[in-house]
C-alpha cells in the first residue's frame, strides 16, 4: 500500500511513528506538500490529511472528487476550524457542548457586558481556531477591554467560564480507540495544585488513562465523530463539577505520549486504503441525525 501523510512536519511524533511501522510491513509512506495542486504521478491509496491550511483542504478536496479516501475528509476538518458552527453542529446532535456566543470581535462582547446582556467570567476564543489564535479568561470588564485593544476585529466566540480543577480532560480517538489524560488548563486559576506530571510532559497527569475514564464520557467522545465524520480528533473536557462539558473538538491533533496511538493510526491508514475508492463523503451536519441518547455507531459515517 502506498499512505500519502497531508503535512509540512513528517517528522511529527504521530505521524512519524505510524510511518516507521507502516514501512516495516514493507508499505510506502510517502509525504505530500500542503500546498501541492497534486500529488506528482499517481495518488496513494490513502492519504492523512494532518494540515489544516486553506492549500491543505482545497488539496483533500480535489483528492476526495477523483475518488481517494482522505482521514480526515476536508469539510469535517474545515468544519472544526470554525468554533461557531462546531458549537451549532454539537448542539444540535445533542452533545453537552459548552454554550457558545458568536460576536464580530471583543469590543461587541464588551459592549454586550456593559449593558448587562452577558455575564462574566468569560472564555473568549478566535472564532478560527489556528495556531496562535485567541484563547483568553476575561473575568471584568478591564479584560474585555484589553482584549478589543489587542485583537481588534477579530471575530471570536464566547463562552461562560465554568468551575473546574483546574485541569482538563483532554480525549483523543483514533479509529475508534480511546486514549485520555489530564492536562492543566492555560486558563486555571494560579492556585490550583495538580498531580504529578505524566507521560505528555509538562501539564499533563501520571496516572489517568482510558481505564479511569467515565462510561458516559467515553461515550461522549465516541459520539463526536459520528457527528462530525471524523476517525482521528480530540475532544476537551471540564474536569468540574459541572461536566461532562465539551468546550472544543480537534480533527486530527498530535496525541502526544500515548501508547498504542501510532499502531492504531498505522491501522487506520490500511484499512481505508483496502477498502479502495469512494465517493465524497457527505459534510457533517447532512447526514442523518441520531438520537442525542443514541450510543457508538448510531449516526451514519
Known amino acids: 500500500?502506498?499512505?500519502?501523510?497531508?503535512?509540512?512536519?513528517?517528522?511529527?511524533?504521530?505521524l512519524a511513528a505510524a510511518g516507521a511501522l507502516l514501512t516495516a510491513r514493507g508499505h510506502r509512506v510517502e509525504a505530500l506538500d500542503p500546498a501541492a495542486a497534486a500529488p506528482p504521478g499517481p495518488p496513494a491509496d490513502v492519504y492523512l490529511l494532518k494540515a489544516r491550511t486553506p492549500a491543505a483542504l482545497a488539496l483533500a478536496r480535489s483528492l476526495e472528487e477523483r475518488g481517494v479516501p482522505?482521514?480526515?475528509p476536508a469539510a469535517a476538518t474545515e468544519l472544526c476550524q470554525d468554533r461557531t458552527a462546531m458549537a451549532e453542529l454539537a448542539r444540535r446532535a445533542g452533545l453537552p457542548f459548552a454554550p457558545?456566543?458568536?460576536?464580530?470581535?471583543?469590543?461587541?462582547?464588551?459592549?454586550?457586558?456593559?449593558?448587562?446582556?452577558?455575564?462574566?467570567?468569560?472564555?473568549?476564543?478566535?472564532?478560527?481556531?489556528?495556531?496562535?489564535?485567541?484563547?483568553?479568561?476575561?473575568?471584568?470588564?478591564?479584560?474585555l477591554r484589553a482584549l478589543a485593544e489587542q485583537w481588534?476585529?477579530?471575530?471570536?466566540?464566547?463562552?461562560p467560564y465554568l468551575p473546574s480543577t483546574g485541569w482538563d480532560q483532554k480525549l483523543w480517538v483514533v479509529d475508534g480507540r480511546l486514549?485520555?489524560?489530564?492536562?492543566?488548563?492555560?486558563?486555571?486559576?494560579?492556585?490550583?495544585?495538580?498531580?504529578p506530571h505524566g507521560a505528555g510532559g509538562p501539564g499533563t497527569a501520571s496516572g489517568f488513562g482510558p481505564d479511569?475514564?467515565?462510561?458516559?464520557?467515553?461515550r461522549i467522545a465516541l459520539r463526536v465523530g459520528e457527528v462530525f465524520g471524523l476517525?482521528?480528533?480530540?475532544?476537551?473536557?471540564?474536569?468540574?463539577?459541572?461536566?461532562?462539558?465539551?468546550?472544543?473538538?480537534n480533527a486530527f491533533p498530535g496525541?502526544?505520549?500515548?501508547?498504542?496511538?501510532?499502531?492504531?493510526?498505522?491501522?487506520?491508514?490500511?484499512?481505508?486504503?483496502?477498502?479502495?475508492?469512494r465517493t465524497p463523503p457527505t459534510p457533517p451536519g447532512q447526514r442523518a441525525a441520531a438520537p442525542a441518547h443514541a450510543g457508538p455507531g448510531a449516526a451514519a459515517r
Open 179 to 195: 486514549f485520555c489524560t489530564r492536562r492543566r488548563s492555560e486558563l486555571a486559576d494560579p492556585g490550583h495544585d495538580g498531580p
Open 152 to 159: 481588534p476585529g477579530e471575530p471570536v466566540v464566547a463562552q
Open 1 to 14: 500500500m502506498r499512505i500519502g501523510l497531508i503535512t509540512s512536519a513528517p517528522d511529527h511524533p504521530l
Open 70 to 72: 482522505v482521514v480526515n
Open 212 to 218: 479511569d475514564l467515565p462510561a458516559e464520557r467515553a
Open 100 to 143: 457558545t456566543r458568536t460576536a464580530d470581535g471583543p469590543a461587541a462582547l464588551l459592549a454586550a457586558a456593559e449593558a448587562g446582556d452577558l455575564a462574566l467570567p468569560l472564555v473568549v476564543k478566535s472564532r478560527q481556531s489556528r495556531r496562535h489564535d485567541l484563547v483568553a479568561r476575561a473575568d471584568d470588564l478591564a479584560r
Open 255 to 277: 496525541v502526544r505520549g500515548q501508547a498504542g496511538a501510532p499502531e492504531a493510526l498505522a491501522a487506520l491508514a490500511l484499512r481505508v486504503a483496502a477498502a479502495g475508492p
Open 231 to 249: 476517525d482521528v480528533y480530540g475532544v476537551d473536557l471540564l474536569d468540574g463539577p459541572d461536566e461532562p462539558v465539551v468546550v472544543d473538538v
